[in-house]
C-alpha cells in the first residue's frame, strides 16, 4: 500500500538540483511531485517519479547519493476542513508525521498528500478504518 | 636578565664536560630501571659503559612517539608511582595518550628551567604575571605557574577561555607578563579592542609565546597590537613541557636550549644521520636530568637548527632556530595536538561513516577552527534530515570528547573530496601563520 519515494543528498551550493532534473530529464524520467527539506549546509531532495528504478541508477551513475523512502499518499478532500480531518485522525492515534508535501495532480475530485509516517502500518490501517482512501504506489506514479 | 648565571653562562668545554657525566649516569639509570630501554641497548649490543664520549650518544637508538603509546601509561617510567608527585598527559583517543611523570626533585627542576625562561624574557620578582596558558593536563599552564612562584612573581592563574573577563582582569589587576599562545594573545587583543580597552594603556612591558607554530611576521603583528615584547618559547611535554629552551630579550634571534638537563641533536628525518651545527633537520633531545620519565634521543618531529655561536645576551647554550615546521601530519589547533589519524578512528567508530573525509583548518577572528568535511554515503543517508544533522553532531561531540577540540562537521556528496594516488590529501591547512 506504501509508495516510493526517492530522497536525494544533495549539497548547498548552486546548481545541484538542476543537475538532477537533468540526469532525470536524460532518463526519460517524470518527475510528479517534489519537495526540497534544507539545512545551512545540506538539503534533502525528495520525488515521486514515474519510473523508480530508472531514476534511482541513473543518479547513482551520475554521482549521487540515493536511497528510496517508502512513503504514504492520502486522498485529501480538496476542500477546507479536508486535510485537518486526516490530521485529527493520525493525532488519536498517536502517529507521528515526520514530513509532508502535496502531489500535483487530483485523483477523482480529491487532492493527494505525501505523508512520511513513523509508523506507516498503523497509519494506513488508521486512516482506513475512517474511510480515508490511500492510494497505491503503483497507482500514484502515473496518475 | 639571567636567572641561573652559573649554568647559563658556562663556558663550553665546562658545559660539555658536565653532560657527559649526566649522560653516563641517566643511562645507567634507565638501562636498569626501564625494560624497554634494557631491551633496545640489548637489541643495539650498547652498554652504558660504552658511552666515553659525547659523539658516542649517537650510538644509541632513539626513542619515538609510538614507544611511548606501546609503554601507556606508565611503561617507561624510571622511578616507582609512590615517588612520581605529578602525571600530565597529552591528548590521544582513548588508550593512546602520552602520558608523563615527574618526581618532586622534577618539578623543581621544571620550576628552574621555566623560572630561567620567564627571566629571559624579562620578567623578575616584581611582576605580575598573566598566565593564560591552559590549566590541567596541558603542561603549559602548570609549567608556567611554577616557574612564575620559583621566580618569585605574582602569577595569576587565568588559564584559558573567558576572555572578556580576562580583558578586565588585565585592566584592574595590571599585570606586566603575558603568558599565552600567539593565537590567543591577539585574539585577546581583538576582544579588548571591543571592550574599548587600549593595550597601549595597560601595562605589559612583554610576552612569552608558544604551544604552537608562529613566524616573524606574527610577532610584529602581536608586538604592534600588544604593545609588549614578543619572546618565542619552545617545550613538549615528553621532554618536560615548556621550559626546553627559550629566546632572549636581547637577540630574539634564536632560543637557547638548556643544554645542561638536555643534550639536543640535529638529524636526518629519514636516514637518522646526525647533522652538523647550522643544518635543518628534525630535532632529537635526551634528557639528562629527569628522574621519573627520562627519553634517550627522543625524536620531536619539531624541524630546526643549532647555532652555538656565543650571544649578545652571555648565554652560552645553543640557540635553535624558530620551529618551521615537522616531519609528520600532526596539527595544532588552539595549542592542542590533533593527528588526521585519531579523527580518522573517531570517523570510523560511527556508524556507516566511510573514511572519505578531509580536514579543512583556518584561522577566523585569530582563533584556528576546524572543519571535518564527511562524504555522505550510501549507508550514512538518511531520508530525515534530522538523523543526518544527528550524525554530524555525533561526530563533533566524539572529536570535542577524545581530542578536546570543537570541530564543525561538513556532510558533503560522495566524490567531493579528492583521492590522489598513494596518500590522500587529508588535510587542508589554509592558516598562515
Excluded at chain 2, 146 to 174: C, H, W
Excluded at chain 2, 233 to 243: C, Q
Aim: aromatic share 8%.
Amino acid at each position: 500500500m506504501q509508495a516510493e519515494q526517492i530522497s536525494i543528498f544533495l549539497e548547498n551550493r548552486a546548481g545541484r538540483i538542476s543537475d538532477v532534473t537533468g540526469i532525470l530529464s536524460d532518463a526519460g524520467v517524470n518527475i510528479r511531485a517534489l519537495a526540497l527539506a534544507d539545512t545551512s549546509d545540506f538539503g534533502v531532495l525528495r520525488l515521486i517519479v514515474d519510473k523508480n528504478e530508472k531514476a534511482e541508477q541513473a543518479l547513482k551513475n551520475g554521482g549521487f547519493t540515493v536511497r528510496k523512502t517508502p512513503v504514504v499518499a492520502v486522498g485529501v478532500d480538496d476542500r477546507p476542513g479536508g486535510l485537518h480531518n486526516i490530521l485529527e485522525i493520525l493525532k488519536k492515534t498517536g502517529i507521528n508525521v515526520e514530513y509532508m508535501y502535496a502531489f500535483i495532480q487530483q485523483s477523482g475530485n480529491k487532492a493527494i498528500m505525501i505523508f512520511k509516517f513513523d509508523q506507516p502500518e498503523q497509519a494506513i490501517n488508521a486512516l482506513e478504518k475512517n474511510q480515508v482512501t490511500v492510494i497505491n504506489g503503483v497507482d500514484l506514479y502515473t496518475l | 636578565m639571567i636567572y641561573d648565571i652559573e649554568y647559563e653562562t658556562m663556558p663550553r668545554e665546562a658545559l660539555e664536560a658536565i653532560q657527559l657525566k649526566r649522560l653516563q649516569t641517566v643511562l645507567s639509570k634507565v638501562y636498569a630501571t626501564v625494560p624497554f630501554y634494557r631491551k633496545k641497548f640489548g637489541e643495539a649490543a650498547i652498554l652504558p659503559g660504552d658511552i666515553k664520549r659525547l659523539e658516542d650518544l649517537r650510538s644509541l637508538p632513539f626513542t619515538t612517539k609510538q614507544d611511548l603509546r606501546d609503554n601507556y601509561p606508565f611503561g617507561m617510567f624510571a622511578m616507582p608511582m609512590e615517588s612520581v608527585v605529578r602525571i600530565h598527559a597529552s591528548s590521544g583517543t582513548t588508550g593512546q595518550p602520552t602520558v608523563v611523570g615527574y618526581t618532586a626533585r622534577d618539578i623543581n627542576t621544571w620550576a628552574q628551567l621555566m623560572a630561567r625562561a620567564l627571566s629571559a624574557g624579562g620578567a623578575s620578582r616584581g611582576d605580575i604575571i598573566h598566565n593564560a596558558y591552559g590549566y590541567g593536563l596541558f603542561t603549559g599552564g602548570l609549567g608556567v605557574h611554577y616557574g612564575a612562584e620559583k621566580l618569585g612573581a605574582s602569577v595569576i592563574p587565568v588559564s584559558g577561555g573567558n576572555t572578556r573577563r580576562q580583558v578586565t582582569i588585565m585592566k584592574d589587576f595590571k599585570p606586566t607578563i603575558l603568558t599565552a599562545t600567539p593565537s590567543y594573545s591577539l585574539h585577546l587583543a581583538e576582544a579588548a579592542e571591543e571592550m574599548g580597552v587600549s593595550f597601549a594603556d595597560l601595562h605589559f612591558k612583554s610576552g612569552i609565546f608558544g604551544a604552537e607554530p608562529w613566524s616573524e611576521d606574527m610577532r610584529q603583528e602581536i608586538e604592534r597590537k600588544l604593545h609588549l615584547n614578543a619572546i618565542d618559547i619552545y617545550g613538549l611535554s615528553e621532554i618536560i613541557g615548556p621550559g626546553v629552551s627559550i629566546e632572549c630579550l636581547e637577540a630574539k634571534n634564536g632560543l637557547h636550549l638548556f643544554e645542561d638537563h638536555f643534550i639536543p641533536e640535529i638529524i636526518d628525518p629519514d636516514t637518522g644521520e646526525v647533522l652538523p651545527y647550522g643544518e635543518t633537520g628534525e630535532l632529537v633531545i635526551t634528557t639528562i636530568t629527569k628522574e621519573a620519565f627520562p627519553v634517550i634521543r627522543y625524536r620531536t618531529r619539531d624541524i630546526t637548527s643549532l647555532n652555538p655561536e656565543p650571544c649578545v645576551c652571555g648565554r652560552t647554550h645553543a640557540r635553535m632556530k624558530k620551529v618551521s615546521g615537522r616531519t609528520d601530519d600532526m596539527l595544532i589547533i588552539r595549542g592542542v595536538n590533533v593527528f588526521p589519524s585519531q579523527i580518522e578512528s573517531i570517523l570510523m567508530q560511527v556508524e556507516g561513516v566511510a573514511p572519505h573525509y578531509q580536514l579543512i583548518v583556518e584561522r577566523e577572528d585569530k582563533l584556528d577552527t576546524l572543519t571535518v568535511m564527511v562524504e555522505v554515503s550510501e549507508q550514512m543517508f538518511s531520508d530525515e534530515v534530522k538523523a543526518l544533522q544527528r550524525t554530524g553532531d555525533t561526530i563533533a561531540a566524539e572529536i570535542k570528547d577524545y581530542l578536546g577540540v570543537t570541530a564543525k562537521v561538513k556532510l558533503v556528496e560522495p566524490k567531493t573530496i579528492q583521492r590522489s594516488e598513494g596518500k590522500a590529501a587529508r588535510v587542508i591547512d589554509k592558516r598562515k601563520i
